[in-house]
């Protein structure tokens, strides 16, 4: 397969593109999306492509803007609705909880909401609580949304345009600390990544990390050192959470018996806590330990660098709690 | 309106304050000092300050993302703030919030705010505890033309409108949210037009004329007080830098349009004013400047030399 490199930023804008070229009921709708291409400068250039008509700007108003997205994509359209940073999205809560996941069921299958809602979650910048939180357990706790948390340009790129071509609405996250990470994604234009499919990042035997989002890198980092003391972790990125590909995290364990989940939600009531039943349940008779679950603290996070750092699971974290769970090396 | 001269020196000297805050911040940013987002007020100073100037110790305000000038002008301690940007203990917050979150509850600051609108709930409540407990005091909620098109900016002027409720909507019209001019996202003539459907008096003023802005709302605190309710008073003002320190501020605003407003910037206009009308001297003014320029040496020293919170505070303050 040939294979460009480009930044995970980058990805998810030509996934954009191409479906926008692909389909003209695709349109993109957000605060500063147009010509400032985002306040992450991520969409840049689209807007000089597909013109005000497609990539528009709208005022501050989320419940509005996820509103017309909603209605929207009931009736013909296929929008993407922009909420800048993840923590916004509360204010669209009703429009995304009460109206966009219920009208298909609601309606005995008459309606379909094509809807795509791109947002930005992750710590790490100094931003505080009001612009550091990874929410996404909220929107995957509701049935009728479809979510999906890609920590690669490749997985960004093939998520992104299967959010647009699916018929429900779709949540899809990216860390915005990711935005620069460069890797291999493939150059085929109808390059997609259906949901429900999870990806063996790395392979191993004696323990899995199953990590999303940019925790994904983390258990890399992780597995990286794990090896050198002789540990060899198998890390496994769900990528979607609705679906979520039981099947393949289960397999990881009974193979490994052995599990730590990282998410950067807090902590309680979390993915985490989803993940780990699943496992437990399918995994039961092979565990060799008790699951270990990593997150984000669970307080607001919090401005100040060190107060920050504290909150966020690490590499180190990670190798700490697998070197608890007493694997004995042949 | 004629405002006494001590008030007029108050308020010169209030936005010196903030200009040099504002200007240390962006050293302290492009330094390294500080991490996160810093929204800079250079050049809307006069609202801050003409608003201000005209409430109690005891009255209440919430701010924006762009907050510095509002705290500044309501009272916050420059140490503590600039402890607070730079995520020190001793700073408003211990740290916690940051730019975006200053709060200094002893004074009536109710809290800077990282959400567009996120104020507009909290000093409605505001007006209407102090309603309830029988207090003339009176809540001032700034907050930006971006943030006029949020819905609840609609549900709040209905609730202050049916109570009566001692509120003062502020609006910096500063002409853009972001990179995007108001025009475009903003239907209607004024922002100020949009209190009248519920019978609140909408007023636009010159937001570089701290004069006006305090006759403005000293007029909107009588209102409130005697129990007549809520006033919206737009300002019309203009930020002389990016969005934030990292955005230039060029290239979606033409050259002559900042060029034109910091032609009549605020804090010039004041002192020319004070000095025609002989209620102090260049001298007097000049040394109302090094004084300042004293106050924020001291700031910044005793800021940098503050300690970070300790790991263990982390989990403090979740819950009281
Ligand atoms: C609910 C919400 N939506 C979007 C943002 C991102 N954002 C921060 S400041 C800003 C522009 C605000 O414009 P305005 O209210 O005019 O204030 P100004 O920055 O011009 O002072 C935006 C969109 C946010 N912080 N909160
Ligand atoms: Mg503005």
Partial sequence: MSMREMTYGEAVKEAIAEEMRRDPTVFLMGEDVGKAGTVFKVLAGLHDEFGDDRVIDTPIAEAGLVGLGVGAALTGSRPIVDIMFGDFITLAMDQIVNQAAKLRYMSGGQARVPLTIRSTMGAGRSSAAQHSQSLHAWLAHIPGLKVAIPATPADAKGLFKSAVRDDNPVVIYEDKMMYALKGMVPSKENYTIPFGQADIKREGDDVTLIATSSMVHVALDAAHTLAEQGISAEVVDPRTLVPLDSETLIDSVVKTTRAVIIDEGHKSFGITGEIASVVYRGAFDYIDAPIVRLGAMDVPVPFSKPLEDATIPTATDVVNAVREMGIEKA | ?320
Avoid at chain 2, 261 to 277: G, H, Q, Y
């Fill in chain 2, 1 to 320: 309106m004629s405002i006494p001269a001590e008030i007029l020196i108050k308020m010169y000297r209030a936005m010196l304050r903030i200009r040099r805050f504002e200007e240390q911040i962006w050293e302290v940013y492009t330094s390294g000092l500080m991490h996160g987002l810093a929204h800079l007020y250079i050049g809307e100073e006069a609202v801050a300050v003409g608003v201000c100037a005209a409430l109690r110790d005891d009255d209440f305000i919430t701010s924006t993302h762009r907050g510095h000038g509002h705290c500044v002008a309501k009272g916050g301690d420059l140490e503590a703030m600039m402890a607070e940007v730079m995520g020190r203990v001793t700073g408003h917050c211990r740290g916690k919030g940051g730019s975006m979150h200053i709060a200094d509850m002893s004074v009536g600051i109710l809290g800077a705010n990282g959400i567009v609108g996120g104020g507009f709930g909290i000093a409605t409540g505001a007006g209407l505890s102090a309603k309830k407990r029988g207090t003339d005091q009176v809540a001032v909620c700034f907050f930006g033309d971006g943030a006029s098109n949020q819905g609840i900016f609609f549900e709040v002027m209905n609730f202050a409108a049916i109570w009566k409720l001692p509120v003062i909507y502020v609006c910096e019209n500063n002409h853009y949210g972001e990179y995007t001019p108001t025009a475009s996202v903003t239907a209607g003539e004024r922002i100020a037009d949009r209190a009248l459907p519920f019978g609140i008096p909408g007023t636009t003023v010159d937001g570089s004329d701290a004069i006006a802005v305090y006759g403005a709302t000293a007029e909107a605190v009588a209102r409130a007080r005697r129990g007549d309710g809520a006033t919206l008073i737009e300002c019309d003002t203009y930020r002389y830098r990016g969005h934030h320190v990292g955005d230039p501020g060029e290239g979606y605003r033409p050259k002559e349009e900042i060029e034109a407003w910091m032609a009549k910037d605020p804090i010039e206009r004041l002192r020319k004013k004070i000095v025609a009308d002989d209620l102090a001297s260049e001298a007097e003014l000049d040394a109302e400047m090094r004084e300042v320029e004293r106050e924020m040496e001291n700031a910044l020293k005793a800021a940098k030399a503050a300690p970070y919170p300790d790991v263990a505070e982390v989990k403090k303050h979740v819950y009281a």
